[in-house]
């Protein structure tokens, strides 16, 4: 027997042929209610159980709830709630409820509303005929179903913007102003809706008092919120004043009339008037806070196109590379072209700064500029699923690395709850979730040690080395004189962005000749940074030290002994050669296999051999970062002193076991 559940609204039940079949008592209301919520799942039997008898369950609770549910399959007939060791099941199809449905039709109306707008209003408004009342009206008043209440409402509200928005879109706001001006008296904080207004008032010829609605709004977050109006809302101020107001766009230019031949008299009689100017209406931006970029992007054509063909395909995309490689930068120029098809914003939450994981949700609060729940309790990442669930937006996670399990379950409880959201993340290793494309930032293309200047300057690493020394010397430029000392610096930094960035800074008080010469000595040498990056920005020491601090024991001592293979190491060779200490021999593999997750390895060819990446920060010392933290040099007769005994990916060994010497070594 098919039936239909109705609880946006009074509890209504309807059999196939329409007729409305009774479900009497509070209790089985409530159990009726708990499984339609939802539909074709198990619901745990002690969840059942509170949510009907709350605080004052009877001392049989599981055979009363059995009972309750025997009650509930003779009201029923025909439609089966299944038993299971763990609760019970309402065998029903999820359209048969209409929550489910209206969820499911405010979802594709927020996508359509991208697309189309008349094809958005007509399913939003599909979605809303389904309310007949207040969420879930029946037990709207216990304390237990106040969250799927609030949640219900919420998303009310938000596809009623939505299809508000949609007839702003497609010209309607003359008729939206009686509808809209009751739905700001009763929600006096939801700035969308205020904005909505003050685009309806303007679209009906009223600007006076759409600035006079703006002013009530202010009062208004002043009062109860402490706050001031966000900056949408006050741009859409300065647009009402300044006359250009988006007050939306019809979907399709209206045909041109051509008005009737007045009659001769007609046109003695009265003079023509002036044909006023019309002013076309802005379409709304797309809010983000992506910042305008304050220098070129150089060199990463190829990247982009890459990285928006896996946004397309994947709703979790993450930019991995060692530090300093240009993931943050790649990740902003790969957005920004995105604000179109996220019609609820762009917006970039930088994590480097946080240093406690709980602290993750309250940054994308922060930088999502949620106002309207600004003074919600509760969960911050419950919240956030709320609030993204009706949404088509796109966050780019910056700096996931130190963070990474509460950047991995923020991205994983969104992604599941928010249909219309996308994630691209930056990370020195995967966040390590099911559906996650992964796209890796090598460096820039280097030139050959040869190069003249004109083949220099095709390479990538030159291009953004000329840019930046340009910037920070007037009159700098790569010519056949300084192409060789400019190649020199570009393959001695590995074509790392930000070592090169810092090296031009370096060229303001030094020939490129001079800076070439110093390279040796980098740490010391690379450490201008611009004085807003963060900390593990500044300078070439600091990116070591940031991906150093995240490292396990074992880790460190592992990417230490691998510094005896500066032409890399198969992983044979380094579980006979670096085991030992913290090293276990059987826990090489998953070492290795974790420090090329973070970006410190790399596979070198198809060879099976080994690397560390970055090698930039690495070259100036064996052991640049430990001989720094320890009180001393590990001495070679220490047992942490690595002995190559093994074929290394340079060629057979020309090590001495015995001694652990080398006598040549080719790289």
Known sequence: MRISISMLGALEVRGEDGSGIGVGGTRLRALLILLSLEPGRVVASELLIDGIWQDDPPA????????????????????????????YRLAVEPDAVDVVRFER???????A??????????????????????????????????????????????????????????????????????LVAEHPLREGLVGALMRSLVAAGRPAEAL?????????????????????????????LRGEVPAGQPAAPAPARVPAAPHPADARQQPQKPQQPQRTAIPAPTPTNLRAGLASFVGRDDDLAHVHALMDRFRLTTLTGPGGAGKTRLAVQSA?????????????VELAPLSAEVDVPQAVWNALALRDQASATGDPLDRLAAALRTRTALLVLDNCEHLIGAAAELADRLLGECPGLGILATSREPLGLTGEALWPVRPLA??????????????????????????????????????????????????????????????????????????????RLLTGGARTAPRQHQTLRAVVDWSWEL???????????????????????????????????????????????????VTAGATGCWRRSGRTAWRSSPRPVSRRRSAGRTPRTSPDWPRPRTRTCAGPSSWSGSRGSPRSTTT
């Open 60 to 87: 049989g609770a599981t055979n009363a709830l059995q009972a309750l549910v025997s009650r509930l399959r003779r009201a029923l007939p025909g439609v089966e709630v299944e038993s299971h060791p763990a609760g």
């Open 446 to 523: 280097l030139p050959p040690r040869d190069a003249d200047a004109e083949q220099a300057m095709s390479y990538a690493a030159v291009r953004l080395l000329n840019d930046r020394a340009a910037a920070a010397r007037s009159g700098f430029a790569v010519t056949e004189e300084t192409a060789p000392a400019v190649t020199r610096i570009c393959r001695a930094l590995d074509g790392m962005p930000l070592a090169i960035e810092l090296a031009a800074a370096r060229l303001r008080t030094m020939s490129a000749e001079q800076l070439a010469a110093r390279l040796d000595d980098r740490f």
């Open 113 to 182: 509303l991208a697309r189309g707008p008349d094809a958005a209003a007509r399913v939003l408004r599909e979605a809303l005929e389904l309310w007949r009342g207040p969420a879930l009206l029946d037990v709207a008043g216990s304390g237990f179903f106040r969250a799927p209440v609030t949640r219900l409402s919420e998303l009310r509200m938000a596809a009623l913007e939505d299809r508000i928005e949609a007839d702003l879109r497609v010209g309607r706001g003359r008729e939206l102003t009686g509808e809209l001006t009751a």
């Open 336 to 348: 920004r072209p995105l604000l179109d098809r996220f019609p609820d914003g762009v917006w970039l």
């Open 551 to 601: 490292l396990t024991q074992a880790e460190r001592a592992l990417l230490r002994r691998l510094a005896a293979f500066p032409g890399g190491a198969t992983v044979e060779a380094a579980e006979g050669v670096c085991a030992g200490g913290p090293v276990e021999v059987d826990e090489v593999l998953d070492l290795i296999t974790s420090l090329a997750d973070k970006s410190l390895l």
């Open 212 to 240: 006079a609605v703006y002013g009530d709004a202010r009062e208004a977050l002043a009062e109860e919120l402490g706050a001031d109006p966000s900056p949408e809302l006050s741009a859409l101020h300065t647009a009402v």
């Open 105 to 111: 039709l405010a979802s594709a109306g927020r996508v």
